[in-house]
């Protein structure tokens, strides 16, 4: 098995230097991505949190939309962000929950997901759920991936796929939230150790050979209807939250430049999750939707902020027409518009390229 990938991958590799454009679909991934790794919280998580002692559980009716209508390990209504986009780029599974059981063999070879609702770039983040899968932790079981890849098919053709694979990486609002409300400190000193930390954990990544890196900043959290009914607010109006994301993300996107320009052969992507959240938001009904602040999964709280999705809730007849799955979470029809964003938007969303221009780099 290990001979005849490493033929394959160093084909793939032959006809990426030769020509651009040709391409061997039998043989190569489309849009030149062999894998998709995704690091992350809540936003992307797939199930790891059904493996560990945590409260930070999405059980029904997060997923009624997913495939067969069952709790996907996912806190939305179907798909995420990373979902989309990983159909978008060609692969027809998704990358699989890292600590499930049957996560292993080939299926690796094509990807894996270690996000972790409730987990952030701190290892501190989110310790009111219990237990969660830090950035660290997260990186460290990428490197066990990495280990076992290249025991299938030998460090050569290991190297090739991982530095031509693509890692989505959306993690820092728990950062963010937990942080604006226990903060004595001001922020920025504690901005800039978030972001100091995160610099260690992908320069990290970059070690273990990951060279596409497509990393998120924080959503403009003073939209989510946990905020606006915990704050008693008509409208969107925690302005210290979104002043506060607002700074984690211009020192993110100057933290990805440095990395891109210090770390040979790397790209890192940084994608503006605040600013495509705002125009969403600021812009909801040329997008076709009726509520942008309100939680089609509600209980309790004027825009069903202050209770999670759980069996006892109402839940929107149309999701489409709302932007908020639950209090903290969007809908698939939210993460489309989004994802779309991401994948072919401009510079005022993603640079120094976007998503699909980095996946057929």
Request: glycine share 8%; charged share 20%; hydrophobic share 40%.
């Amino acid at each position: 098995m290990g001979t005849i990938w490493n033929k394959l991958m160093t084909i793939c590799l032959v006809i990426e230097i030769i020509g651009n454009h040709l391409r061997v679909p039998t043989i190569c991934f489309a849009h030149n991505i062999t894998a998709f790794f995704v690091f992350g919280d809540s936003l992307v998580e797939v199930g790891n949190n059904n493996y560990i002692n945590t409260l930070a559980k999405p059980v029904f009716p997060n997923g009624i939309d997913f495939p067969k209508g069952t709790p996907s390990g996912r806190f939305t209504n179907s798909r995420t962000i990373a979902d989309i986009i990983e159909e978008e780029l060609g692969f027809k599974d998704y990358a699989p929950p890292f600590l499930a059981p049957n996560t292993n063999g080939d299926m690796i070879l094509k990807g894996v997901n270690y996000a972790s609702s409730g987990s952030g770039i701190l290892q501190s983040s989110g310790l009111i759920f219990g237990g969660r899968i830090c950035m660290d932790k997260q990186v460290d079981y990428f490197a066990k991936t990495r280990q076992d890849i290249i025991s299938r098919i030998g460090a050569p053709a290991a190297q090739a796929l991982l530095r031509n694979s693509l890692y989505f990486v959306m993690i820092g609002s728990n950062d963010i939230i937990f942080g604006e409300c226990s903060l004595a400190l001001d922020f920025n000193h504690y901005v800039d150790g978030v972001v100091s930390k995160f610099k260690s954990q992908l320069t990290t990544l970059y070690n273990l050979d990951a060279r596409k890196i497509v990393v998120l900043s924080s959503l403009k959290g003073g939209f989510m209807p946990f905020e606006i009914d915990i704050h008693f607010c008509a409208q969107d109006c925690v302005s210290s939250l979104n002043k506060f994301a607002k700074l984690y993300s211009s020192k993110l996107k100057s933290l990805l430049e440095d990395l891109t320009k210090n770390l040979s052969g790397s790209t890192f992507v940084y994608a503006d999750y605040y600013a495509v959240t705002e125009d969403l938001i600021n812009n909801y009904r040329s997008y076709g939707f009726e509520k942008a602040n309100h939680a089609c999964c509600e209980l309790i709280g004027r825009h069903g902020g202050l209770f999670p999705c759980l069996p006892v809730c109402r839940i929107c007849p149309d999701r489409t027409k709302y932007v908020f799955w639950d209090p903290f979470h969007l809908t698939e029809s939210a993460n489309l518009i989004l994802a779309k964003q991401l994948l072919d938007g401009g510079l005022e969303y993603v640079s120094p390229v976007n998503i699909r221009q980095l996946a057929n780099s």
